[in-house]
């Protein structure tokens, strides 16, 4: 089974605290993406990283960075963490290819107090 | 990727077929109509794809519109098991590095006995 880990379920961090969230996935994909996700706004898309090194911003990216060296890493960065990225945040992988499907983790929900 | 619009809520009682719709009035030739589904405190989960016939697999059934432009997810007996947020999106079927996946607020799914 593809599995797609996140580093951390819980989080819980200071305002101004730079803030990992890891996303390790098992399978070679080639694509991997990070989302947050809020109460009425549904899945929002921060980076996609179609293969090592690269990436591209999503439809919310200010704010956040992302780094991934290796293929089955992805990491999320908040620089300084504010309280208004407080949230569920999401991470999927997928391989490159035709009507493939993407595989998420279980979420890592993030408080910024 | 084209944008999709779903009902923000649906109920349904168990056993029976719950049908979720979803308008995609602007998708192109080439993009797949996908649904995925998030239970509670979940990752989202893939369910069926189709490009224009329709689609049953153990999970769901898929039924487009001939000209594309709608579809509806059919859980043909729904139990407590299937409340759920019901995400529909359209991709191109091919994944490589212009692969975004762009979830909408998707369609949340009341079961009840």
């Known amino acids: 089974d593809v599995k797609v880990t996140q580093s951390s379920r819980y989080l819980v961090k200071r305002t101004g605290e730079k803030v990992f969230l890891e996303c390790v996935q098992d399978?070679?994909?080639?694509?991997m993406f990070w989302y947050r996700q809020d109460p009425g706004l549904g899945l929002r898309l921060i980076y996609f990283?179609?293969?090592?090194?690269?990436?591209e911003k999503g439809d919310i990216p200010e704010g956040y960075s992302v780094s991934r060296e290796k293929k089955e890493r992805f990491s999320l960065i908040l620089e300084s963490a504010s309280t208004n990225q407080t949230s569920m945040y999401l991470c999927a992988s997928r391989t490159v290819g035709t009507n493939t499907e993407a595989f998420f983790g279980q979420g890592t929900r993030l408080t910024v107090v | 990727d084209a944008k999709t619009t779903q009902p923000p809520s649906m109920d349904c009682a168990e056993g029976r077929a719950a049908n979720l719709p979803c308008n995609h009035s602007t998708i192109s030739g080439n993009e797949y109509v996908y649904w995925y589904r998030q239970i509670h405190s979940q990752g989202p989960q893939y369910i069926i794809h189709?490009?224009?016939n329709n689609e049953t697999n153990e999970m769901a059934s898929l039924i487009i519109t001939e000209d594309r432009k709608s579809s509806t997810l059919i859980l043909p007996h729904a139990t407590l098991r299937d409340t759920a947020v019901y995400y529909c999106i359209v991709r191109p079927a091919y994944s490589g590095n212009t692969g975004k996946l762009i979830f909408g607020q998707g369609t949340t799914l009341q079961v009840k006995p």
């Open positions: 990283s179609y293969d090592v090194k690269m990436k």
């Open positions: 399978m070679d994909h080639e694509n």
């Open positions: 189709g490009l224009k």
